[in-house]
């Protein structure tokens, strides 16, 4: 970066008696940040030329000479070949000017019609969707990894919790078809985010138009947006779609550390209930027994910088008159961090679930442990014709029987269960056994291994047809 004391900015120097304070000049300017946008600055500078030239407000031969200029600073840019300069404060005028360096005054034709606020405003949605498009596709290969372990689990059991208390046995899979569905609703919003992406400011000008005579449904389709926006004021001022993405990203994020949570609850001595690759954990610089679950643990903690990211947009945006104001400058950081931190824990996370294995023994050991399968005795008793608050007051009596006698339900003889109940027979048996208790849960979104085969197969039509 070049950066001198003296500086008059040539792109709007004209009316200044003085250069801007250095300090200012650093202060105000983005392209430390902003130069992340580069390829979508270019790629819309080049379909404003096209625009123009089609429009006659630039002739074919200046639209040759800036698409050519533009395509060597890509490269330029792409080979680290760029020298990015503070001076010019930001990404679109640092490409501007270059673009004037090497082809002259046709360069300096490139700004006709338009201003870097609604220029700004289309990079930034040309970014976006590019990432969206991205994190789609990771959100969609973390589904296929879920659907892989929940494929080899599909009758593994384990106890199921409320308040992390054993409640009833559940399938492995089933638990994991449940992240599953929390991932599907993370597609569907990131999908449904896009959607207002993806249309085009580029037309508005600084914040009422222009008196040129563009054409904006070209420049839209040019750049693959459905159409352009309505509104000048609106199209230059409006970074709901960049508030949208962060809250999207928020709720994903908080998703991904329910899930870390559980599998460092899961990966610890005290549970045991799945085994995760050494690849995915690190060791203590002291303790020579540790492999601790380090990257679940860092996802659950990259999840309070993204809503902390959310908040600081929603506050940026906070009573902003119309339009364009230079607060706006501001929404790149978080955005960017956004994308980076969902991006990388995505991955984290698509790489290391299909990798888990699950230890079977110890789950199925963990539902036996917990009278898992009283709601089951209690559902007998009415089967055989209990009024169900008193089946639930048998029921209780018998568990802190067992829990006195360190013994589960299943455990306890016929004799001993007809004391809390003389209409227990012999077939209690059936639905005191864990697998008696999960396959009888047969319907649908129910955890019997029957219902999480269906459930799989319907997600991976889902997935199919994306
Ligand atoms: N760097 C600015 C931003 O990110 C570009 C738009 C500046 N417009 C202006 N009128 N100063 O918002």
Not at 99 to 106: N, S
Not at 302 to 320: A, D, E, F, N, P
Not at 440 to 452: E, L, N, S, W, Y
């Amino acid at each position: 970066m070049t950066d001198t004391n003296k500086t008059t900015n040539q792109q709007w120097g004209g009316r200044f008696s003085e250069p801007v304070d250095a300090f200012v000049a650093r202060f105000t300017a983005s392209v430390e940040f902003d130069q992340r946008m580069a390829k979508q600055d270019i790629q819309g500078s080049i379909a404003h030329a096209t625009m123009l030239a089609k429009v006659g407000v630039l002739t074919e031969d200046e639209r040759d000479q800036i698409i050519l200029g533009l395509t060597e600073i890509e490269q330029e840019i792409a080979r680290g070949e760029f020298e990015w300069s503070v001076e010019l404060e930001d990404v679109h005028m640092n490409i501007e000017a270059r673009l004037t360096q090497k082809i002259g005054i046709t360069g300096k034709k490139l700004h006709t019609g338009r201003s870097r606020n609604d220029q700004v405003a289309t990079d930034i949605r040309l970014y976006m969707r590019d990432e969206i498009d991205f994190l789609l596709e990771e959100v969609t290969r973390l589904q296929q990894g879920i659907l892989s372990l929940a494929e080899r689990n599909t009758d593994t059991i384990m106890p199921g919790f409320t308040h992390l208390q054993t409640a009833q046995p559940v399938t492995f899979g089933h638990h994991l078809m449940a992240w599953y569905e929390m991932a599907q609703r993370d597609y569907e919003r990131l999908a449904d985010c896009r959607k207002r992406v993806n249309i085009l400011p580029l037309g508005a000008a600084a914040l009422a138009g222009t008196t040129y005579p563009i054409d904006r449904n070209m420049t839209a389709d040019l750049l693959g947006f459905e159409r352009p926006t309505y509104n000048s004021l609106d199209s230059v001022s409006d970074r709901d779609f960049a508030i949208e993405f962060t809250a999207a990203a928020s709720i994903t994020m908080m998703h991904l550390s329910r899930w870390a949570e559980e599998l460092v609850m899961w990966t610890s001595a005290q549970f045991n209930f799945i085994f995760l690759p050494d690849r995915f954990c690190t060791g203590s610089s002291i303790m020579p027994q540790k492999k601790n679950p380090d990257v679940p643990e860092l996802v659950r903690g990259k999840t309070g910088r993204v809503y902390g990211h959310l908040i600081g947009l929603l506050t940026l945006m906070k009573s902003q008159c119309l339009a364009y104001n230079k607060d706006n400058q501001e929404d790149k950081e978080p955005l960017f961090d956004t994308v980076d931190t969902l991006r990388g824990s995505l991955r984290a996370f698509a790489d290391m679930i299909p990798a888990i294995e699950a230890r079977g023994e110890y789950m199925y050991e963990a539902a036996r442990r917990g009278f898992s399968t009283a709601t089951d005795l209690a559902d007998y008793l009415v089967r055989k014709g209990v009024a169900f608050r008193d089946a639930h007051e048998i029921v209780g009596k018998a568990v802190g029987f067992g829990v006195q006698e360190g013994r589960d339900l299943s455990e306890m003889s016929l004799e001993e269960l007809q004391g809390f109940g003389d209409m227990i027979e012999q077939d209690v048996f059936e639905v005191l056994t864990l697998e008696g208790s999960v396959a009888a849960r047969d319907h649908i979104g129910g955890t019997a291994p029957a219902q999480v085969k269906a459930a799989i197969e319907r997600a991976k039509t889902e997935l199919a047809a994306r």
